[in-house]
Protein backbone atom coordinates (compact mmCIF):
# COMPACT_ATOMS: atom_id res chain seq x y z
CA UNK A 1 0.00 0.00 0.00
CA UNK A 2 2.69 2.63 0.72
CA UNK A 3 4.81 1.11 -1.87
CA UNK A 4 1.31 2.23 -4.32
CA UNK A 5 0.97 5.25 -2.98
CA UNK A 6 4.18 6.23 -3.20
CA UNK A 7 4.26 5.48 -6.83
CA UNK A 8 1.02 8.12 -6.90
CA UNK A 9 3.10 10.79 -5.43
CA UNK A 10 6.04 10.04 -8.06
CA UNK A 11 3.91 10.17 -10.93
CA UNK A 12 1.76 13.59 -9.58
CA UNK A 13 5.41 15.12 -9.20
CA UNK A 14 6.54 14.04 -12.46
CA UNK A 15 3.30 15.65 -13.95
CA UNK A 16 3.77 19.10 -12.24
CA UNK A 17 7.43 19.17 -13.05
CA UNK A 18 6.36 19.00 -16.63
CA UNK A 19 3.56 21.02 -16.65
CA UNK A 20 6.42 23.20 -14.92
CA UNK A 21 8.56 23.19 -18.09
CA UNK A 22 5.60 24.12 -20.60
CA UNK A 23 4.65 27.10 -18.57
CA UNK A 24 7.33 29.63 -20.13
CA UNK A 25 6.92 27.94 -23.78
CA UNK A 26 2.91 28.86 -23.11
CA UNK A 27 3.77 32.21 -21.82
CA UNK A 28 6.00 32.77 -24.75
CA UNK A 29 2.56 31.96 -27.05
CA UNK A 30 0.32 34.28 -25.43
CA UNK A 31 2.47 37.08 -25.39
CA UNK A 32 3.72 36.18 -29.03
CA UNK A 33 -0.14 36.57 -29.71
CA UNK A 34 -0.38 39.89 -27.17
CA UNK A 35 2.26 41.53 -29.10
CA UNK A 36 1.83 40.40 -33.02
CA UNK A 37 3.08 42.35 -35.10
CA UNK A 38 3.42 44.96 -32.74
CA UNK A 39 -0.67 45.57 -33.07
CA UNK A 40 -1.12 45.64 -28.70
CA UNK A 41 1.50 48.59 -28.34
CA UNK A 42 1.32 50.61 -31.35
CA UNK A 43 -1.53 53.38 -30.84
CA UNK A 44 -4.12 53.61 -33.90
CA UNK A 45 -5.63 56.62 -35.70
CA UNK A 46 -8.70 54.92 -36.49
CA UNK A 47 -11.10 56.01 -39.72
CA UNK A 48 -14.86 55.01 -40.63
CA UNK A 49 -15.30 53.43 -43.86
CA UNK A 50 -19.38 53.32 -43.96
CA UNK A 51 -21.75 51.19 -45.99
CA UNK A 52 -25.17 51.90 -45.35
CA UNK A 53 -28.16 50.31 -47.39
CA UNK A 54 -31.06 52.38 -48.32
CA UNK A 55 -34.49 51.01 -48.85
CA UNK A 56 -35.49 54.38 -50.10
CA UNK A 57 -39.04 55.69 -50.92
CA UNK A 58 -40.32 58.96 -52.60
CA UNK A 59 -41.74 60.03 -49.48
CA UNK A 60 -39.48 62.83 -49.53
CA UNK A 61 -41.17 65.32 -52.84
CA UNK A 62 -37.89 66.55 -52.67
CA UNK A 63 -38.59 68.84 -49.59
CA UNK A 64 -35.32 70.28 -48.44
CA UNK A 65 -33.98 69.31 -45.02
CA UNK A 66 -31.84 71.23 -43.15
CA UNK A 67 -29.04 68.63 -42.39
CA UNK A 68 -26.95 69.10 -38.96
CA UNK A 69 -24.18 66.55 -37.51
CA UNK A 70 -22.76 67.10 -34.25
CA UNK A 71 -20.17 65.17 -32.49
CA UNK A 72 -21.17 64.71 -29.01
CA UNK A 73 -18.80 61.85 -27.69
CA UNK A 74 -16.94 62.46 -24.35
CA UNK A 75 -13.54 62.49 -26.28
CA UNK A 76 -11.78 60.97 -29.03
CA UNK A 77 -10.64 58.26 -27.39
CA UNK A 78 -12.52 54.73 -28.99
CA UNK A 79 -11.08 52.14 -27.23
CA UNK A 80 -7.66 50.20 -26.44
CA UNK A 81 -5.96 47.32 -29.06
CA UNK A 82 -5.96 44.92 -26.28
CA UNK A 83 -6.93 45.53 -22.54
CA UNK A 84 -3.30 46.33 -21.51
CA UNK A 85 -2.95 47.95 -24.84
CA UNK A 86 -2.47 51.09 -26.85
CA UNK A 87 -5.17 53.53 -27.17
CA UNK A 88 -7.50 53.65 -30.60
CA UNK A 89 -8.55 56.85 -31.47
CA UNK A 90 -11.38 58.11 -33.78
CA UNK A 91 -11.00 61.70 -34.75
CA UNK A 92 -13.54 62.31 -37.49
CA UNK A 93 -17.31 60.75 -37.24
CA UNK A 94 -19.10 64.21 -38.71
CA UNK A 95 -17.67 63.59 -42.26
CA UNK A 96 -18.78 60.21 -42.88
CA UNK A 97 -21.72 60.08 -40.83
CA UNK A 98 -23.01 63.63 -42.68
CA UNK A 99 -21.90 61.82 -46.22
CA UNK A 100 -24.39 58.81 -45.72
CA UNK A 101 -26.96 60.49 -43.99
CA UNK A 102 -27.50 62.94 -46.65
CA UNK A 103 -27.17 60.05 -49.11
CA UNK A 104 -30.08 58.22 -47.00
CA UNK A 105 -32.25 61.40 -47.00
CA UNK A 106 -31.58 61.47 -50.83
CA UNK A 107 -32.73 58.19 -51.46
CA UNK A 108 -35.74 58.72 -49.60
CA UNK A 109 -36.47 61.93 -51.79
CA UNK A 110 -35.63 64.76 -49.62
CA UNK A 111 -33.16 67.07 -50.46
CA UNK A 112 -30.78 67.88 -47.95
CA UNK A 113 -29.59 71.09 -47.06
CA UNK A 114 -26.92 73.20 -45.02
CA UNK A 115 -28.13 73.18 -41.41
CA UNK A 116 -27.79 77.06 -41.73
CA UNK A 117 -30.89 77.57 -44.18
CA UNK A 118 -33.57 78.65 -42.69
CA UNK A 119 -36.30 76.27 -43.10
CA UNK A 120 -38.56 74.59 -40.47
CA UNK A 121 -37.76 71.16 -41.73
CA UNK A 122 -34.90 69.98 -39.68
CA UNK A 123 -33.06 67.01 -38.81
CA UNK A 124 -29.79 66.93 -36.27
CA UNK A 125 -28.18 63.72 -35.77
CA UNK A 126 -26.16 63.03 -32.64
CA UNK A 127 -23.29 61.05 -32.31
CA UNK A 128 -23.05 59.71 -28.82
CA UNK A 129 -21.11 56.36 -28.59
CA UNK A 130 -18.47 55.20 -30.97
CA UNK A 131 -16.32 52.60 -29.03
CA UNK A 132 -14.45 49.21 -29.33
CA UNK A 133 -14.22 47.50 -25.93
CA UNK A 134 -11.56 44.69 -25.64
CA UNK A 135 -11.42 42.00 -23.22
CA UNK A 136 -8.50 39.37 -23.02
CA UNK A 137 -9.36 35.32 -21.82
CA UNK A 138 -6.52 32.75 -21.76
CA UNK A 139 -6.94 31.60 -25.01
CA UNK A 140 -8.91 34.35 -27.03
CA UNK A 141 -9.78 38.32 -27.25
CA UNK A 142 -12.80 39.53 -27.49
CA UNK A 143 -14.09 42.50 -29.25
CA UNK A 144 -17.24 44.38 -28.24
CA UNK A 145 -18.13 46.98 -30.78
CA UNK A 146 -20.84 49.61 -29.87
CA UNK A 147 -22.30 52.61 -31.74
CA UNK A 148 -25.38 55.09 -30.12
CA UNK A 149 -26.42 57.96 -32.53
CA UNK A 150 -29.77 60.10 -31.46
CA UNK A 151 -32.03 61.79 -34.30
CA UNK A 152 -33.68 64.77 -33.28
CA UNK A 153 -36.49 65.92 -36.09
CA UNK A 154 -38.15 69.31 -36.24
CA UNK A 155 -41.02 69.76 -38.41
CA UNK A 156 -43.66 72.51 -38.04
CA UNK A 157 -43.38 73.00 -34.59
CA UNK A 158 -43.19 69.37 -33.58
CA UNK A 159 -40.21 67.24 -32.47
CA UNK A 160 -39.25 63.36 -33.20
CA UNK A 161 -36.62 61.92 -31.51
CA UNK A 162 -35.02 58.58 -31.32
CA UNK A 163 -32.32 56.88 -30.12
CA UNK A 164 -30.63 53.85 -32.41
CA UNK A 165 -28.29 51.48 -31.06
CA UNK A 166 -26.29 48.57 -32.73
CA UNK A 167 -23.42 46.14 -31.20
CA UNK A 168 -21.42 42.93 -31.83
CA UNK A 169 -18.98 40.87 -30.29
CA UNK A 170 -16.32 39.08 -31.95
CA UNK A 171 -13.07 36.56 -30.96
CA UNK A 172 -9.78 36.25 -32.44
CA UNK A 173 -6.82 34.28 -31.33
CA UNK A 174 -4.47 37.00 -31.65
CA UNK A 175 -4.72 40.69 -31.10
CA UNK A 176 -6.64 42.94 -33.81
CA UNK A 177 -4.85 44.54 -37.18
CA UNK A 178 -6.01 48.23 -37.26
CA UNK A 179 -7.94 47.12 -40.67
CA UNK A 180 -9.77 44.84 -38.35
CA UNK A 181 -10.56 47.06 -35.71
CA UNK A 182 -11.86 49.77 -38.50
CA UNK A 183 -13.97 47.50 -39.91
CA UNK A 184 -15.66 46.42 -36.33
CA UNK A 185 -16.26 49.91 -35.91
CA UNK A 186 -17.58 50.84 -39.33
CA UNK A 187 -20.02 48.13 -38.72
CA UNK A 188 -22.19 48.92 -35.60
CA UNK A 189 -21.81 52.83 -37.13
CA UNK A 190 -23.41 51.52 -40.68
CA UNK A 191 -25.73 49.89 -38.91
CA UNK A 192 -26.99 52.80 -36.75
CA UNK A 193 -27.73 54.74 -39.85
CA UNK A 194 -28.83 52.50 -41.66
CA UNK A 195 -31.72 52.15 -39.11
CA UNK A 196 -32.04 55.99 -38.91
CA UNK A 197 -32.68 56.23 -42.82
CA UNK A 198 -34.86 53.21 -42.87
CA UNK A 199 -36.84 54.46 -40.23
CA UNK A 200 -39.93 55.49 -41.75
CA UNK A 201 -42.22 56.47 -39.20
CA UNK A 202 -38.68 59.51 -38.94
CA UNK A 203 -39.22 59.54 -42.84
CA UNK A 204 -43.14 60.14 -42.75
CA UNK A 205 -42.64 62.87 -40.08
CA UNK A 206 -40.21 64.83 -42.03
CA UNK A 207 -42.62 64.67 -45.20
CA UNK A 208 -45.43 66.03 -43.55
Known amino acids: MARTQKSYLSTRYEHFQRALGRAPKLLAI ?8 GCAITPQQAVL ?7 GSSNGNNLPIALEVVD ?9 RASLGA ?11 EK ?4 GLE ?31 FFTFGYFPRAAIKAVAKNAGQTYEKFYRAEKEERSLV ?8 RLLS ?6 LSQIVNDQQLMRFLAQ
Open 72 to 80: ERSGKLAGK
Open 175 to 182: VHTEIANN
Open 30 to 37: LLGCFFAS
Open 187 to 192: EVVSDV
Open 100 to 103: EIRK
Open 87 to 97: QIILEDVKSPI
Open 107 to 137: GNGFKPVAHTARISRRLKVEVRTVELRVTMS
Open 49 to 55: SLSVAVK
